[in-house]
């Protein structure tokens, strides 16, 4: 399972304490399936504000420590907690941390985790990170993200609306210097099954084309946006022919796509 024993029991466990405001995001809201690809370090709780950050952490310790977890703080400043929490002979490391509010989609109310990241803003924040730093993680979670929820073009097209100091053409710039991908770093990574870092490297070079070709045929009136295909019901990367799509745009908790009538 992508999630460790230890790992899928504390989550379950905190679900309790979880809110629209409150929600698993990171590596293990990507790979919490059982057929995911990669086992995730740790479990991330995002928050829309600083304070909430601090309250969530205070009920979340409670409930650990009711469990018989050991809860040891490593890092704690405004905005962000860290702590290895262990049981028995097991352990994990938890984070809480403050994100913008700023969303494509609302949460997503999880039977087993409580509320969680929707797949397209797990997929927008996953490469806003990978720009921002080179670790090979990252990588191999936006190939994953890339073929299961929007290709990467789509994805960079829309992650300009959230941060707009990048353009997809920037954003592109910048995932072209990562993708570092040697044997022996993807070894040191805990995989379901192994990856091979010659098609990891040419998965990623396939994207980068494919996704430059997207940003450049796109209206720059729609910058910042995803593309809902109601007929699908789904987002979509269109084609420059396609006019069965909405422009979405985000906001402050996410918005549904909108359904207009024809």
Same mark, same amino acid.
């Given at each position: ?10 989550? &379950? ?19 919490? /399936? ?14 829309? #504000? ?7 952490? +205070?009920?979340? *310790?409670?409930?650990?420590? &009711?469990?018989?977890?050991?809860? #040891? ?10 702590? $290895? ?5 097991? +352990? ?35 490469? $806003? ?7 090979? *993680? ?7 993200? %890339? ?8 994805? %960079? ?18 995932? *072209? ?43 720059? /009136? /729609? $910058?910042?946006? $995803? ?9 979509? /990367? ?5 006019? &069965? ?18």
């Amino acid at each position: 399972m992508p999630l460790t024993a230890l790992q899928k029991s504390l989550a &379950q466990l905190l679900a309790a304490n979880r809110s629209p405001d409150s929600y698993l995001a990171g590596g293990a809201a990507i790979h919490f /399936e059982p057929q995911s690809a990669r086992y995730s370090n740790d479990l991330d709780y995002f928050h829309d #504000s600083v304070e909430r950050v601090a309250q969530a952490f +205070a009920s979340d *310790r409670e409930l650990l420590v &009711q469990a018989g977890c050991v809860v #040891s703080v490593e890092m704690s400043q405004p905005g962000y907690l860290r702590a $290895l929490v262990s049981r028995a002979h097991d +352990a994990t490391k938890i984070e809480w941390a403050h994100d913008s509010a700023w969303r494509f989609m609302p949460t997503v109310l999880d039977a087993e985790l409580g509320y969680r990241l929707h797949p397209i803003d797990l997929a927008v924040n996953k490469v $806003l990170t990978l720009a921002g730093r080179d670790e090979l *993680r990252d990588l191999v979670d936006t190939v994953i993200l %890339c073929r299961e929820v929007l290709p990467l073009g789509a994805l %960079c097209w829309a992650a300009a609306g959230k941060d707009p100091g990048f353009t997809p053409t920037s954003l592109l710039e910048m995932l *072209r210097r990562r993708g570092k991908v040697r044997s022996e770093d993807l070894a040191r990574l805990h995989f379901a099954a192994p990856w091979e870092a010659t098609a990891l490297k040419t998965a990623w070079l396939a994207l980068l084309d494919a996704g430059q070709h997207f940003v450049t045929t796109r209206p720059p /009136e /729609e $910058l910042g946006c $995803l593309y809902y295909a109601p007929a699908l019901g789904k987002f979509v /990367e269109p084609s420059p022919r396609d006019t &069965q799509v909405i422009p979405h745009h985000g906001r402050p908790g996410g918005v549904l796509p909108a359904i207009l009538d024809v």
